[in-house]
């Protein structure tokens, strides 16, 4: 079985930053595509930033130039830099990844993490 564990949510002022972790544990043989959503108060979940097996990324056009997916494969991590916060990116974050394991893959999802952006 594989688990996530977020970490790094929390109160910031606007114009803030925060940076999310996620952590992969179990018998994980390699990590492919990985993922950050969020889902703000009475709205859908929603693709923040992705990044492939191969290392390219993807973001909302809402974050681009404010947020920064990265990985350590080699400690089965995966963060998420937030910059210039405002209002708009209160939320609750999960982190997403497809974990290949023995004999086939998971579609694994973390427990959430809430960003309030306020002052």
């Known amino acids: 079985q594989v688990q996530l564990v977020e970490s790094g949510g929390g109160l910031v002022q606007p114009g803030g930053s925060l940076r999310l972790s996620c952590a992969a544990s179990?018998?994980?043989?390699?990590?492919?595509?990985m993922g950050w959503y969020r889902q703000a108060p009475g709205k859908q979940r929603e693709l923040v930033a992705y990044?492939?097996?191969?290392?390219?990324?993807n973001y909302a056009d809402s974050v681009k130039g404010r947020f920064t997916i990265s990985t350590d494969k080699d400690k089965n991590t995966m963060s998420l830099q937030m910059n210039s916060l405002g209002p708009e990116d209160t939320a609750v974050y999960y982190c997403?990844?497809?974990?290949?394991?023995?004999?086939?893959?998971?579609?694994?999802w973390g427990q959430g993490t809430l960003v309030t952006v306020s002052s």
């Open positions: 990044i492939t097996g191969g290392g390219s990324t």
């Open positions: 997403h990844m497809n974990v290949v394991i023995t004999g086939g893959s998971l579609e694994v």
């Open positions: 179990g018998r994980i043989f390699r990590l492919n595509a």
